[in-house]
């Protein structure tokens, strides 16, 4: 099980085969996370996360973009190269200002 140390405000775990965001502790002031090339297919436990402004899930199976409303200091989201088909739960977040969605197989992009 990885975790953080509890100050550390940025954590890269880029490729490291992690299948379950919940095998990870995440420390609740963590502001940058890394999690690009795992083999990650729900996005969840993020929801204590209150100061989180970057957030990079690229390269994973994430199939929905569930869980992540309550994220609402996230300023950019990488969904990039995953098994996305519709988006769905970002209306909440009013600070983001990046939002990489490509090289999924996004059928429509509608506003909720």
């Known amino acids: 099980m990885a975790s953080t140390a509890p100050g550390s405000?940025?954590?890269s775990l880029m490729d490291k085969q992690i299948r379950n965001l919940l095998e990870i502790c995440l420390h609740s002031h963590l502001y940058s996370i890394n999690?690009?090339?795992n083999h990650i297919s729900k996005i969840e436990g993020l929801g204590h996360l209150?100061?989180?402004q970057h957030l990079d899930l690229s390269s994973n199976l994430i199939t929905k973009t569930e869980g992540l409303d309550s994220l609402?200091?996230?300023q950019s989201l990488n969904l990039s190269c995953n098994k996305l088909t519709w988006v769905e739960g970002l209306g909440k977040l009013f600070n983001?200002?990046?939002?990489n969605l490509s090289y999924n197989s996004i059928q429509?992009?509608?506003s909720e």
Request: glycine fraction near 0%; hydrophobic fraction near 35%; include cysteine.
């Open 96 to 99: 983001l200002k990046k939002l």
């Open 50 to 52: 209150c100061y989180l």
């Open 108 to 110: 429509d992009l509608t």
């Open 9 to 11: 405000r940025e954590l």
């Open 72 to 74: 609402t200091c996230l």
């Open 35 to 37: 999690l690009h090339c």
